[in-house]
T-cell receptor, first 116, second 113 residues
């Protein structure tokens, strides 16, 4: 089966610009996650969707970050305006069941964002 | 608050030698534990997970991990590593009643010929 797809793979922008990332999960997976992975750190959950509803967005900086999954399939994550500290790899993952604590998550290759 | 500590940021080892990557977690409730691997320019993939039952968990590529509740540890081991095992390894924990998985900072395993 096809894996989790993400685009673009790399993005360089200047601070205060906006940027958007796209993710297409594994077909049939109900749960979708966006993580931020800063260099030297583990992935940090930004937002988790169950179908098209938000399960957890407690660590999403809502003043500048937004995410949507309108039809319960693919998703976009947007940053507006970007700050230097947003430089990171943005990972998308999906899981097939209810997004509970025992699920295996399947990760995409990530988008590396550099903010200058 | 829950946390995951991977005690070594980098582990260099010679090919065919054994390796142990250490992971400790903090929690006062039941936990579920995972090891993920990230090969260069690829996404994370699951190596193994502990949900319940036997404390020794076997995963893919010859890796295994042992859950030690008294020491709150979940160390990853492989008796003989290959060059192809060079990657970053992440320990992760989630807990009953919650949805979020918390990842450690990662351990970079470098296998030398």
């Amino acid at each position: 089966e096809a894996g989790v797809a993400q685009s673009p793979r790399y993005k360089i922008i200047e601070k205060r610009q906006s940027v958007a990332f796209w993710c297409n999960p594994i077909s049939g997976h109900a749960t979708l996650y966006w993580y931020q992975q800063i260099l030297g750190q583990g992935p940090k959950l930004l937002i988790q969707f169950q179908n098209n509803g938000v399960v957890d967005d407690s660590q999403l900086p809502k003043d500048r970050f937004s995410a949507e999954r309108l039809k319960g399939v693919d998703s976009t994550l947007k940053i507006q305006p970007a700050k230097l500290e947003d430089s990171a790899v943005y990972l998308c993952a999906s899981s097939s069941t209810l997004g509970t604590h025992t699920d295996t998550q399947y990760f995409g290759p990530g988008t590396r964002l550099t903010v200058l | 608050a829950q946390s995951v500590t991977q005690l070594d940021s980098q582990v260099p080892v010679f090919e065919e030698a054994p390796v142990e990557l250490r992971c400790n977690y903090s929690s006062s409730v039941s936990v579920y534990l995972f090891w993920y691997v990230q090969y260069p320019n690829q996404g994370l993939q699951l190596l193994l997970k502990y949900l319940s039952g036997s404390t020794l968990v076997k995963g893919i590529n010859g890796f295994e991990a042992e859950f030690n509740k008294s020491q709150t540890s979940f160390h990853l081991r492989k008796p003989s590593v290959h060059i192809s095992d060079t990657a970053e390894y992440f320990c992760a924990v989630s807990y009953t009643g919650g949805f979020k998985t918390i990842f450690g900072a990662g351990t970079r395993l470098f296998v030398k010929a």
